[in-house]
């Protein structure tokens, strides 16, 4: 009788409520063609934007259109919130949480007004990017976000 | 080391970084970026968006042993948009 090794998984969290799907699917060459890395994109429904996982905000715009998270396990992930949304010098974001705050899966970090990426005209489909591809050996869709595979 | 004023409209944000971060990866050398004293591993997307670089500031790139890769590295962030 022997025992394979099961190897370790990573939950992921979409960080709103909305479409989930792939990241090829996002309408920009430097997140749908994996410039950065590999993930996956939400279309988000509703304005709270949450952490997709435990982690340590490692970075957050002044504008709150982006942030990083890294999780204990080191895996950072960047979460950026619509496209080309950064012009909107943060009209329509409320930042909840800094740099250097450890925060909890599901926990809010930016409020979004989705109304002012809308009437702005802008797509507010948000890109989940894994930054570190060898903290990671596959990594799958879920309906809830993302499952990725630890080395 | 080379500095440059970033003139890019919205500073150095998500997108261009990350084609800046691609860039510099390609180089074996140790490539930095400061703004003050702040200084930061240019191959870490996360630790450039730290260093929160905006339009009108002044950054100092260095990288090692590589004045080449420098004068290509630093025209990037200067025509950056």
């Known amino acids: 009788m022997f025992f394979k090794r099961k190897s370790k998984e990573f939950t ?42 435990d982690g340590v905000i490692e970075s957050m715009f002044d ?14 992930a960047l979460i950026h919130i619509g496209l080309d949304t950064v012009g909107l010098e943060g009209r329509g974001f409320t930042i909840l949480k800094k740099e250097g705050d450890t925060v909890k ?21 948000t890109p989940v990017v894994f930054l570190n591809p060898d903290k990671m050996n596959q990594f799958s869709l879920t309906c809830d976000g993302a499952t990725i595979t630890l080395p | 080391m080379t500095t440059i004023t970033i003139q890019a409209e ?16 390609a ?6 970026l400061s703004k003050g004293a702040k200084s930061a591993n240019a191959k870490s997307l996360i630790k450039m968006m730290s260093l929160g670089v905006k339009k009108g500031e002044e950054i100092t790139l260095n990288v090692e042993g590589n004045p080449e890769a420098e004068a290509i ?7 950056m948009v």
């Open chain 2, 73 to 79: 590295l630093a025209d990037f962030l200067v025509k």
């Open chain 1, 12 to 53: 992921v969290l979409a960080p709103t409520k909305g479409k989930i799907v792939p990241i090829t699917e996002v309408p920009d060459p430097t997140f749908g063609e994996k410039m950065l890395g590999d993930g996956f994109a939400v279309i988000p429904k509703d304005g709270n934007f949450c952490a997709p996982f």
């Open chain 2, 27 to 32: 180089y074996t050398e140790e490539i930095t």
């Open chain 1, 105 to 125: 899966a599901g926990e809010t970090i930016v409020q979004v007004d989705l109304s002012v990426i809308a009437e702005a005209g802008l797509n507010p489909i």
């Open chain 1, 63 to 76: 504008t709150g259109h982006a942030f990083a998270l890294t999780a204990p396990n080191e895996c950072s």
């Open chain 2, 10 to 25: 919205h500073g150095l944000h998500a997108r261009p970084l990350a084609e800046f971060v691609k860039m510099a990866a």
